[in-house]
Structure formats: C-alpha cells, structure tokens
C-alpha cells in the first residue's frame, strides 16, 4: 500500500418518488461531489454512499425499482466511471444493481478505477431489517466476500449492516485487505456506527472509510451523515457533520502501527491479525457455521 489520501463523501438523495429523472440526478450529483473534492483535496480514492443513486428506502417494489436501476457496468454507473477516468481517481459507488431476473435487485457496492473501468463489485451480505425480499423487502443478499488489488493498496468492500459483523471484515482482513471501504445509509444512531466502524479498523488493523448518506430518501427516512475515516489502532482521522460534503485524511502505512495508542510513546507490538489463535478457530469452527440467536427477549 502507498500512502495517499482518502475522502468519504456524503451526499443526500433525491426525495420524492423514484424515477429515471430522480436516479439521473442522484448520479450528476455524485460525479458534481467527486470532481470538487478530488479539485479541493487532491483524494485519490472517494467512497461514496450506500445506495447513492437512488436512497436506500425507495417507496417502490422490486420490480418498479428493477426497472429504474441497471446492471453493472451500465446506466447506473456510467457517470461515476466518467469522471473517475476524467480525473484519474478510485471511486466507490454505492447503488442498487439490476440482477438477471425482473425484480432482483442486489444492494452493491462498485469499486471503480482510474481508468473508468470497474475493478470489483460486491453485493451486501448482511440485509437490515425488512430490506431482505425473504423479509418482505427488496434486496438479495450476496455471498462472497471481496477485495480488490490496486495500485493504491488492497481495497476491501463491505455495505453498512455488514460492519456489525465481525467475521466479514476479518475474512477481507485474511485476503489482504489495507482498506476497507463502508459505503452506508445507517439508520440507527452515530454511537453505533462509530462503534462499529472503529472495531472492524482495530479488529484487523487497517484502515477503514465510512461514507454514510445524508438528507432523506424517497421512501422519507433521514440520515444523519457523520462520515468517518479510521486508522488501524481506531483513531478517527476524520469526521463528518450532518450535510452533505467530504471529510479528507492521508493514509499512511508506514506510521499506522507505530504506537500503541494515537502520539504514544509506546510502540505496536501486538497484531491482532497474527496473534490469533488459529488452534482455537480450528477446534470451534463447527460452532462457528452453528445457527445461533441471542438469548435475550427482543422486538
């Protein structure tokens, strides 16, 4: 990994009822971010929020927002590619994606190169609340974990609820991961995703990039913003408030384990990736792919 920096950006989508117009929009608006933060930052790699092209509540059925979203690469995407190619950045998209079948729809995340090109996409493992088509919802769930060599470092992707998992970063962590980016539309409460966001950096040690939405969807749900940037021992580097716009920070791996605690005189010695224990994992891995449920009455 080479040291650069990284932005998170918070955008809100278009309110109101979702159409072609409204994606469109929702799109221009994501490149409009994109060109200002790299012309103000110099960022070479922006992560973007969950579901940025269309809000992660939509007020419509599967079908109605299968027909609105598109494959990827395609219609959905195709402005991001643009100005990631114009300006020669690392873009990470997040939006609904148009599976095989009407009314299939993935909740993705695209990681989108310097070139234009799409280099990865994973599709959200860990659905929310009633937003699994089993649960009454929209989206299906995805089932592999993904990270992507570039020429700025290992990138992993997880969406949002996947950050209260630990086992989905970890495994992105064992494949190679330096960064892993959070493209999220959070609906509980700021506590939580700094929480979360902190753990899964410190868990593994690498950096993570939060972009979490903003305004309100077109199915009326509010965001709250508050984007953060995360080194490996869980110091945020960056954070956002509740509008929209970036917060930036340099990523530096030669001084991201180099104390035990942020301007510690103490230094790293301990590795939570190397110092597990693989004998314990081994002997409990049936428990591990056990079912399992909290014991505790809940809603």
């Known amino acids: 990994m080479k040291a650069f920096t990284a932005a998170a950006i918070q955008v809100a989508p278009e309110p109101g009822p979702l159409t072609p117009a409204t994606v469109a929009a929702n799109l221009e608006r994501c490149a409009d971010y994109v060109r200002r933060c790299v012309e103000e930052t110099g960022a070479e790699l922006l992560v973007l929020p969950e579901t940025a092209t269309t809000g992660f509540t939509t007020g419509v059925s599967p079908d109605e927002l299968w027909d609105v979203v598109s ?30 079948d009407r009314g299939t729809v993935y909740n993705t995340a695209a990681l989108i190169g310097p070139t234009g090109d799409v280099l ?91 972009a979490n939405a903003t305004g309100v969807d077109p199915g009326g749900t509010i965001y709250f913003g508050n984007s953060l940037i995360v080194t490996p021992i869980a110091e945020v580097l960056a954070r956002g408030a509740s509008h929209q716009g970036w917060v930036t920070a340099r990523l530096d791996p030669e001084t991201a384990m180099s104390s035990l605690t942020p301007g510690s005189s103490v230094k790293q010695r301990f590795d939570h990736l190397a110092d597990r224990s693989l004998t314990v994992i081994e002997r409990h891995m049936d428990e591990l792919r056990a079912p399992a449920k909290t014991p505790f009455p809940h809603g």
């Not at 190619?85 to 990470?92: A, K, P, Q, T």
């Not at 929209?138 to 470092?153: F, M, N, Q, Y």
């Open 120 to 210: 990865g996409t994973y599709r959200k493992t860990h659905l929310f609340c009633g937003e699994g088509r089993g649960d009454g919802g929209w989206v299906t769930p995805g089932d592999r974990a993904i990270v992507v060599d570039t020429e700025l470092g290992k990138i992993g992707l997880i969406i949002c609820f996947d950050g209260d998992y630990p086992e989905l970063s970890r495994i992105e962590a064992v494949l190679g991961a330096e960064v892993i980016c959070r493209p999220s539309a959070l609906l509980r409460s700021a506590d939580l995703w700094e929480l979360t966001s902190r753990a899964r950096a410190y868990d593994n040690h690498v950096f993570l990039v939060g």
């Open 71 to 100: 494959e990827i690469p395609g219609p959905v995407t195709a402005p991001v590619q643009e100005v990631a190619r114009e300006l020669g950045v690392h873009v990470v998209l997040g939006t609904y994606e148009r599976g095989y």
